[in-house]
């Protein structure tokens, strides 16, 4: 987990993306690949974040509504929409996105610590916010995102 | 760390030789002279002891070292395997495979040795006490005949290796089996690290072609890597030496060996072999007879090794992704196949007609790799027997037959532990106590049978043992007494269907709860594992004429047939299986019983579930249909109806996992993938019963 929780002492590549109008970035090492969006299957029971399964060359993965899980307006998908497939602590999950925009390169020093923005995002799926030029990046968290860290998925 | 890459093979050869040391111990406890078994625990002792050293698992190594001594002197006959120290080892067997499973997991190992070790040293000390000095003398020559542990007569690997008597007498022996002995240099290239491992890897190459009966230096210091890069080797070998030599070779870091045959076993011992020569005089003559023996045993075993050789050990993930790729394979033919179908091409039809039958013939050889025998499981049930009878001072005789029967691997990794409860029940409630058999005039042994075997598509096991048996009047008592059932309907039950009340959750006939069986969770447990793999399971007994526990599971788990249904546009997967009928009915034939709704089948009444509202399906159309489409399923004796939309077909499937973040859902028993490449859910039956 370390590429996701400590930027400490280098630099870190990131792959940046949009939900609304603010930018987001999750380490690239925990990207395995970016989807167009495709059929997803409702899984009933399931937590109201969990849009679905896809079938990823034969493998089912759930998908997350990343929008949903932190608490942002919904929208319609676009041509935009993305579908990144991360890899967290063994589980791959998709994460549903606004667009994908670039793959960048951060120092460590312009990243500060979550606590000290507030964001609409609830801080525990915070792992830092980095500063690029005027914009800001909103790094997650993904581990409690997915759920595999401190609060687990459950069914309802 | 490059000790890493053997960490697998130290792991699985652990457990196989921690195994054999069980039944074998087994067997020596029942038959304390059989010299034949002890050197096998011994060899197997051995081996452990210098994977988990080479591996640096100093705690096991040092715990099989004081078994060792131990073994050595039961194989000496100059301590009697009483019971008690039968016992004492089977405890070191059990802590050995807690500290293997540690090592397994990764944490760090705080298995505690100390009280064994002392138990096992007091052991040894009560009797090596008096005879501390010939006995440890008597142990290398013994050692050097065996061929386990080379007479420590450590000289510098510098010309020919020296010999004793008893070295002299195993390669006659093995001459007359047709292995020759040869002397092997091997030189490791300079700087190598790891010596040790690759002692151990060109020992395991030897081992392979033949048998190694000594080392200069002695395994022990090979072990340690107290030597310089060259060590002398005496093995026994019916291969060729330009063979052997190209083995070792083919081992990185060996930059050169050397084969030479002893062609005259008569070396004479050089003096610094005088020293193991007078132990053997010491230890007398009883040894020389009794080496002839092992040796013949440790050629047959060889012998067995080299022929048995035509296997491959492969990581069950690859097996996993084999069959993935299989299924993917399925899923892409029954694409084309449809393709065919709506664009009329017959060409592509008939192609695919071809490769659906070598998409078959694939599916069936990937599905046999995957079979394991349940030998793999059954193998733990003497043990387990053996201690629990004792517990509950019984004599029990377990038989078990068919442990070459074959069943797939996810449902071995699932059938342990409710056949240990069968067993454990058979044990606790079913055979009698010596006393109580003596007075029904039976044999006081009781027996129990662990049978497995074929029956079609199926894999039957049965629990058979010729106990007390189960009484249905008392079931039927019990079954009342707890509410289980009503008067009425005990009065109606025949005995079959009273026996089966065991099944019952919260039933438990014991008398007293014991630690063994009885707590009321028990076959209800059973039964619901059982089904959980697809399976059933059914008893029959008589009174005082035992009981017999029938499992059938099916074959694989992996694909199954499933019939695919619609709700609004979501489609199902409903496993075959579990399916009764399909039927049609009008909304008037729906009733209610206390707002359930059911409905009347053969005179039977069935909860139904509407499937759409019960999984929430986004707007469940709720119009007035005419005809409802109902699926008939059963868990067990519940049956209940799903009204659906429609029915699209029964259908192939490979069941897919949800993944760990959906494993909590309980509808679902997992996802499959469709001709369309779109993912359908497959329904837990069970979960509709509720």
Known sequence: MAESTTYADMDTQLVVFKLGREDYGVGILQVQEIKRIMDITRVPNSPDYIKGVINLRGSVLPVLDLKKRLALPPADYTDDTRIIIVKVEEITVGLIVDGVSEVTTLSSANIEPPNTVASGVSGQYLSGVGKQDDKLLILLNLATIVGVGADSVKAV | MELNQYMGMFLEESREHLQTLNSCLLTLENDPRNLSVLDEIFRSAHTIKGMSATMGFTSIAELTHEMENVLDLLRKEQLAASPAIIDTLFRCLDTLEQAVESVAANTEATVDIKPLVAKLTKLAGDKGQEEAL???KDKKAKAAAKAAEPAATAQAAAGTIALNDTDVKVIKEAARQGYAAYEVQVKLRDGCLLKSARAYMIMNALDELGDVIKSVPSAEDLEKENFD??????????????KIEQALLSISEVEAVTVLPLTSPEVVPPAAAAQAAAAVEEAGQPLAAESAAPVADALAAADKRLRGGQSVRVDIDKLDTLLNLVGELVINK????QIGLSHHLIDLTETIEQMDRVTTDL????????????GQVFNRFPRMVRDLSRDLNKEVNL?????ETELDRTVIDEIGDPLVHL???????GVESPAERTAKGKNPVGEIRLIARHEGNNVIIMVTDDGAGVNPEIVKAKALEKGLLTQAEADKMDTADAVRLLFLPGFSTAQVVTDVSGRGVGMDAVKTKIESLGGMVDVETKVNGGATFKIRLPLTLAIIQALLVKVCEEIYAVPLGSIDSTINITPGDIKTIQNQEVILLRGQIIPIVR??????????AQESQEELYVVIVHMGEQKAGVIVDT???QQEIVIKSLGKLLASIKVLAGATILGDGKVALILDVGSLMH
């Open chain 2, 647 to 649: 029915l699209i077909g």
């Open chain 2, 363 to 374: 599916q069936a050889v990937v599905m046999k790799v995957r079979m394991v025998p349940v």
């Open chain 2, 134 to 136: 010939p006995a440890r």
């Open chain 2, 229 to 242: 890069y060259s060590f002398t080797v005496v093995a026994l070998s019916d291969a060729e030496p330009e």
């Open chain 2, 399 to 403: 038989i078990i037959q068919g442990e």
């Open chain 2, 334 to 337: 029954t694409r084309l196949e």
């Open chain 2, 611 to 620: 499937l759409g509202d019960f999984l929430g399906v986004p707007q469940a």
């Open chain 2, 423 to 429: 067993l454990r029940n058979a044990i606790d409630h």
